[in-house]
């Protein structure tokens, strides 16, 4: 399986054997940003992580064959509780793996269920 995803000037591809795969590159914020922070739960983040917790956000539920209109569940809550971890190394929680980097302008972020 494999995912694509593009923002701008960024273009983000990511293929698995096996695996299901997501990742998403976002430099722009969601339009309805206060409505977004308070249905995932972003209001203990700094907003300097609002756009790697989106991407989080999206590269999830791509694997979950979801889509951004899902309320987010205790997996997500963990990730955006942890993000700062997973800028410095993948973090796998309960069988996912996700990890994260910040771009010039710009955050990416995948998640990996094998």
């Not at 309805?32 to 790697?52: I, K, T």
């Not at 994260?100 to 990416?108: E, F, R």
Request: net charge neutral.
């Amino acid at each position: 399986p494999s995912t694509l995803s593009h923002c701008r000037r960024w273009i983000a591809a990511a293929a698995t054997p096996g695996s299901r795969v997501g990742i998403d590159v976002e430099s722009r914020l969601p339009r309805r940003l206060d409505a977004v922070v308070e249905r995932l739960g972003w209001q203990s983040l700094d907003p300097s992580r609002y756009l790697q917790a989106w991407t989080l956000w999206e590269a999830w539920r791509k694997i979950e064959g979801g889509s951004v209109l899902d309320e987010p569940d205790d997996r997500y809550a963990q990730l955006i509780a942890r993000a700062w971890e997973i800028e410095q190394h993948a973090l796998c929680l309960e069988g996912v793996l996700f990890r994260s980097l910040p771009l010039d302008g710009a955050w990416v972020s995948l998640s990996v269920r094998p």
